[in-house]
C-alpha cells in the first residue's frame, strides 16, 4: 500500500507552465513505474506520462516536447513540469504508483487552461 498527494495544480493561461508534484507515503523505488494520467470532463482517464526506476520515460503524443517527468527517490516525490500548456490540457491530473498487479492513485489536483 501507498498513498499519494498531488499538488500544483491551478488556473493558468495558454502557453503558461504548472508544475505538479506528488508524493508518496513511501519509497517509490520499487514500483515498476511511476505515472501521471489525466481526466477531462465527460472522458475517459489518459495517460500522460510514466517513469520507470531506471529512469525510462514514455509520453503521450499529445505532451510530448511540452510535459516532463522526473523523481526525486530521497524525497519520494514524483513531478509533472508542464510547458506550453493548452486549452485541451485542462483536466484532473492523477499520481498513479503502478505495480503490474495493482495500481495505486492519488486524489487529483485540478489542471485549468484557459485560452
Known amino acids: 500500500q501507498v498513498q499519494l498527494v498531488e499538488s500544483g495544480g491551478g488556473l493558468v493561461q495558454a502557453g503558461g507552465s504548472l508544475r505538479l508534484s506528488c508524493v508518496a507515503s513511501?519509497?517509490?523505488?520499487?514500483?515498476?513505474?511511476m505515472g501521471w494520467y489525466r481526466q477531462a470532463p465527460g472522458k475517459q482517464r489518459e495517460l500522460v506520462a510514466t517513469?520507470?526506476?531506471?529512469?525510462?520515460?514514455n509520453y503521450a503524443d499529445s505532451v510530448k516536447g511540452r510535459f516532463a517527468v522526473s523523481t526525486d527517490s530521497a524525497k519520494k516525490t514524483v513531478y509533472l513540469q508542464m510547458n506550453s500548456l493548452k486549452p485541451e490540457d485542462t483536466a484532473v491530473y492523477y499520481c498513479?504508483?503502478?505495480?503490474?498487479?495493482?495500481?495505486?492513485w492519488g486524489q487529483g489536483t485540478q489542471v485549468t487552461v484557459s485560452s
Open positions: 517513469i520507470t526506476g531506471s529512469g525510462a520515460r
Open positions: 498513479a504508483a503502478l505495480t503490474g498487479i495493482n495500481n495505486y
Open positions: 513511501r519509497s517509490i523505488f520499487n514500483f515498476r513505474a
